[in-house]
């Protein structure tokens, strides 16, 4: 396996694209959660992932393995629980914007078992992948999480990480504290947005100016208006790709698969952005973070026209 990704996958339920919950209308299933995502699109670009999560044994819980046996996931790390349900969470259009109803208290990737993983498995990847959203849910979730970065730093397995803030998991400070900690020790990728920028309180470049550990490759992704890519001391705002949006839902996670892909394939600065940038758009042409992931021809078709901006 190249990659090991960890964090919660969750089933997704949707309205009519534009409807709320709050309408009477008919809502449909999806397979979501921000690691998943990235798994599912990272096999999709070619590269062999293995996906290291806790799901429920009921219906679920099982339609997420078809889901990722289909998709070529590695689940020789999968962990099955018969106690706890896999994890949920609704969405509702409002306008433009979407919002998030979860139900993931209790879930069964809240108790990932440190003890039951195969670490001699984890030692075969080159890139271990997490996000807040994998330190969050618990407790639990969250020292497992320092426990494989830092058997990751010990093995010289490169840690990409994600800071995908969402304030309803936990107290501001705390969190605060954790992604800082975990950008500081820890990550050699990190991805961003200036939303969840904002709302830790902070601002990209001051962050990185102030920090003891700089990751050695940052990426601010900004929607519409493309990504920054930091390298050291360089720096290149790289344009998105025009589509046709019906869903934004899942593109941080393709994004995050486009750019770890790309530093496997060894890509310079403006063909990592480019890649990161074309896998996101394409997978917003439909609603929810799986329907329109695209496969590497697709990614391949659209780098292969103008550059975007």
Known sequence: MEVVSFGEPLIGIYPPEGHSLAEDEPLSKTWGGDTSNFSLALSKLGHRTAYLTRIGSEDFGRSFIRIWEQ???DLSLLQRDAEHPTGLYFVSFEGKKHTFLYYRRNSAACYIDAESIPWELVRRARVL???SISQGISDNALEVSFRLMDFARAE??????DIN???PLWQLERARAVIRRTITEYADILQMTEDEL???GWEAEPLIAGLERIPALIALKRGDRGCLIIQGERRMEIPAFSVKVADTVGAGD???AGLVAGVLEGLDLESLGRKANAVAALTCRDVG?????????EVESLLNQAPPG
Not at 156 to 161: D, Q
Not at 289 to 297: C, E, K, M, S
């Open 165 to 167: 803030f969402r304030p």
């Open 289 to 297: 973070p799986l329907r329109a992931q695209p496969g590497l021809a």
């Open 71 to 73: 998709g070529g996931v």
């Open 198 to 200: 904002e709302l830790l």
């Open 156 to 161: 010289g397995i490169t840690i990409s990480y």
């Open 129 to 131: 992948h997490l996000s």
């Open 254 to 256: 393709a994004f995050d």
